[in-house]
């Protein structure tokens, strides 16, 4: 079946987080994002763009499984459990399935990453703004790509590209010295993509960290504290990213509940977090929305 039939929109749009009431569990909750309202758990993009972040091997079984069916489906049964909100990448491959799924009647909002393959930043914001995302943020991998090399003031210029399409503006890292660079610097933005987890390091720094050779990516859990300062510092939204480590942290629901309630230690109301979904083998989309409104009460109790 390749569509999501018109009954199950409905359903959707009426049930709200009844479905977390069903299951005992307290509403998913929501925060400001200028004149827009997103949940504080945000689908993240990376599974159904096939980017696992853990090995060749899962990056094509994800690919195997999101079929545009597929990730119609977890699109839907995301604004059932009342995740609003989409991440994912501003590619022509994203944006003509989100394009598709709204036709078939789904209303999730869209956040857009820039997609820095396309070498042409103007034509790959003017695809972007036709699909209405109310937030663009500056791939992350590139605006570090830019601190690297010493050339981060091209991450400065982008946002001012981003402010013209009328859509918040946002700039994504890994490495938490550049929110501290943008906020010296009073860059115009309204939200920052914040990773959990600094992966840019270079692979002899990555070693020096771990005090041991470094294959494949660097995971280190003490970078997640270290972001969340960061994130805990600037009045800006910050939306959090790799939470889990890339599935890093899923051993148990104990260690999946303990890398959900670490960010809510430190994160404000206005912030969220982001988590990428592959719910081919287990039911991932209702245990997120329990983990974040369970953590989320918590703190503001």
Excluded at 21 to 42: C, E, K, M, N, T
Aim: one cysteine or more; charged letters at 25%; proline letters at 4%.
């Amino acid at each position: 079946m390749s569509s999501i039939s018109r009954r199950e929109w409905l359903a959707a749009a009426t049930a709200g987080g009844a479905a977390l009431a069903a299951d005992g569990g307290a509403p998913l909750p929501v925060a400001p994002f200028g004149p827009h309202r997103i949940s504080r758990l945000i689908v993240g993009g990376n599974p159904i763009s096939a980017n696992s972040h853990v090995s060749p091997q899962m990056d094509a079984e994800m690919r195997d499984y999101f079929s545009a069916a597929n990730a119609k489906k977890l699109l839907a049964e995301c604004e059932r459990c009342g995740i609003n909100t989409w991440q994912s990448r501003g590619d022509r491959h994203i944006m003509r399935l989100l394009n598709e799924y709204r036709l078939e009647g789904g209303t999730i909002q869209w956040i857009a990453q820039t997609a820095s393959e396309y070498g042409d930043l103007q034509r790959n914001l003017s695809e972007i703004s036709a699909l209405k995302p109310i937030g663009i943020y500056h791939h992350g991998s590139q605006t570090d790509r830019y601190w690297h090399a010493g050339k981060i003031e091209l991450a400065g210029e982008a946002l001012k590209a981003i402010r013209q399409t009328g859509a918040r503006v946002g700039l994504g890292t890994h490495i938490p010295e550049v929110v501290d660079y943008a906020e010296s610097k009073g860059w115009d933005l309204d939200f920052y993509m914040t990773c959990a987890y600094n992966l840019t390091r270079t692979p002899e720094e990555a070693q020096r960290v771990a005090g041991a050779p470094v294959h494949g990516e660097f995971f280190w859990d003490p970078d997640r504290e270290t972001m969340l300062a960061r994130v805990k510092r600037t009045a800006k939204t910050c939306l959090i990213f790799k939470i889990y480590g890339a599935t890093r942290q899923c051993a148990t629901a104990a260690t999946r509940k303990a890398a959900v309630d670490l960010v809510f230690e430190y994160a404000k109301p206005c912030d969220a977090v982001v988590v990428g979904m592959f719910p081919k083998d287990s039911e991932q989309v209702r245990e997120n929305c329990r983990l974040v409104a369970g953590a989320s009460t918590r703190r503001s109790a």
